[in-house]
């Protein structure tokens, strides 16, 4: 048996018992964010901000400000996404977990700020890069005036498109690993100063990146599955606890034991 599937056996074995907390909490931080992309839309929908063309300085400041109030209500979301992290950390610790654990980085200001930090620094930077080295965007923003100049490299631009959304998921994949997958750590261990996570994770997360992308692949049917809901309910938690066994693990022989205390 080799070393991914091992790590999945003992994950799955981990979460017997703890899968309802799991997804409950799963549930409680997707309503929370649904919540509000539904309040945003409505807010736009009543103020008539959708499908304007030119839209005057009011419906300019409108939308503005609907925007940001949308970015802070998602920003204060994040932590919810640190407490599920933190009781599937504890899950494969052993330790016990409660559905409440969801809002554990609410109780303290400085546990929460220290979340939002480091949340928008590894989300923000994620971001930002893979969308700077997404060539599928910059093909697809030139495409109709290249075919419109030259209707003989259709066929051409077609295949370059197929070529660019396969390198663009690819750098998006990369990223991930790189600035958020790994930074699984503060659900370890959230008492390390903060300066010490974001170069020390993507360290880590680049040492450790074929071990990640081989966690990934084997994950590549239950992914597809998550188009329908249901088998959601499953295989996130399922994911989320393989991850963190996986972490675990990488921590322990690489001798991070101040991680994973």
């Known amino acids: ?12 074995k981990v979460l017997e018992g703890n ?29 008539g901000l959708y499908d304007v063309k030119n839209p005057n300085q009011t419906q300019q400041m409108l939308t503005m400000i609907f925007g940001l109030v949308f970015f802070a209500f998602v920003v204060v979301c994040l932590p919810l996404i640190n407490g599920v992290y933190r009781s599937v950390c504890n899950v494969v610790r052993g330790r016990e977990c409660s559905p409440l654990d969801v809002f554990y980085y609410y109780k303290k200001p400085k546990l929460f700020f220290k979340s939002v930090i480091l949340d928008v620094i590894s989300v923000g930077l994620f971001f930002i ?6 060539v599928f965007n910059y093909l697809s923003a030139v495409s109709d005036k290249i075919i419109e100049n030259s209707p003989s490299l259709t066929a051409v631009v077609a295949v370059l498109l197929v070529l660019a959304f ?21 659900g370890f261990n959230e008492h390390l100063p903060l300066g010490i ?7 880590f997360s680049i040492k450790n990146f074929i ?13 597809a599955l998550c188009f329908f809901v249901v088998p959601a309910f499953y295989a996130v938690p399922y994911f989320l606890t393989t991850s ?3 972490a675990k693990w990488l921590f322990e022989l690489e001798g991070s034991r101040d991680i994973i205390c």
Do not use: D
Request: hydrophobic share 60%; charged share 10%.
């Open 129 to 134: 890069i893979s969308g700077l080295l997404n």
């Open 244 to 246: 963190a066994m996986s």
């Open 211 to 223: 071990s990640t992308i081989k966690l990934f692949i084997g994950f590549i049917g239950w992914a």
């Open 166 to 186: 396969i390198v663009s998921t690819a750098v998006v994949v990369v990223c991930y690993i790189i600035f958020v997958h790994t930074f699984l750590a503060y």
């Open 197 to 203: 996570y974001l170069p020390r994770m993507m360290a």
């Open 1 to 12: 048996m080799n070393t991914e599937k091992t790590v999945r056996k003992q994950a799955k």
């Open 19 to 47: 899968r309802s907390v799991i997804i409950s909490e799963v549930m409680v931080a997707v309503l929370a964010f649904l919540t509000g992309l539904f309040a945003f839309s409505l807010a736009m929908s009543v103020a």
